[in-house]
């Protein structure tokens, strides 16, 4: 981490304590009214700054959404936190995202777990996203330029997977690729809304959905 990185410390520690609050605050929708240490420490250690594009670096520690480019945006911190936690990472963990986008997301997952997989629909955004991921010595996450509907099956099956876009309908070929015992967690749109949910799959290939919480996310296109 350089200097000015360094110098923003203080914006993340108190962007950690405005999560946790939140988080404090939604327990009631969520089910979960603290993090977990190791999500805490994995926010705490991420140079959001370096996600953003250079205009808006000022504001890369609010704790809300911020565009990217290409019509799409980098999650709220606090819906980024929670969606790790319901992953309920472990550091053996293997992980499928759905959803690249500017890389922070994989840059929080790589912190705790033992390899990341991401993949992204918008090629310009998987390639800087990998070269991003790579300066900042994420060394254990791999990116993908595809169709995020079909996951990856080649890294099959997952300890879990995270899709940071709304989705019609769960797409069935993430299911597949679930290991039992497994979570995949997934914006989808209920209606005219969205809403988050946790899918667990049991050892004997039984599907199940919570819903979580409202939220509001970019289209999840199909295509590459």
């Not at 996600?51 to 000022?58: I, L, R």
């Not at 690249?100 to 918008?122: F, P, R």
């Not at 994420?138 to 509907?149: A, K, L, M, Q, S």
């Amino acid at each position: 981490m350089n200097a000015t990185e360094s110098d923003r410390g203080g914006e993340r520690a108190a962007l950690v304590r405005l999560i946790e609050r939140e988080v404090r605050e939604t327990a009631g929708y969520t089910g979960r009214s603290k993090l977990h240490r190791r999500v805490v420490e994995a926010i705490s250690a991420v140079p959001r700054e370096r996600f953003v594009p250079e205009f808006e670096a000022d504001s890369a520690y609010a704790n809300i959404p911020l565009p990217i480019g290409h019509r799409q945006t980098i999650s709220q911190p606090y819906i980024v936190a929670l969606m790790t936690d319901l992953l309920d990472p472990r550091p053996d963990h293997v992980l499928l995202e759905i959803g690249t986008g500017s890389g922070y997301q994989a840059a929080v997952l790589s912190q705790l777990v033992d390899q990341v997989y991401s993949v992204e629909v918008i090629a310009e955004l998987a390639a800087s996203a990998g070269e991003r991921l790579e300066s900042l010595g994420c060394t254990n996450v791999i990116t993908h330029h595809g169709d995020g509907n079909l996951g990856w099956p080649e890294h099959a099956p997952y300890d879990g997977i995270i899709v940071t876009a709304g989705a019609p309908a769960v797409p069935p070929a993430l299911v597949e690729q679930l290991k039992p015992g497994g979570c995949l967690v997934i914006p989808v749109n209920d209606g005219m809304h969205q809403m988050l949910q946790r899918i667990t799959l049991d050892g004997e290939g039984r599907v199940s959905a919570r819903d979580v919480l409202p939220v509001a996310f970019v289209p999840l296109v199909p295509g590459a």
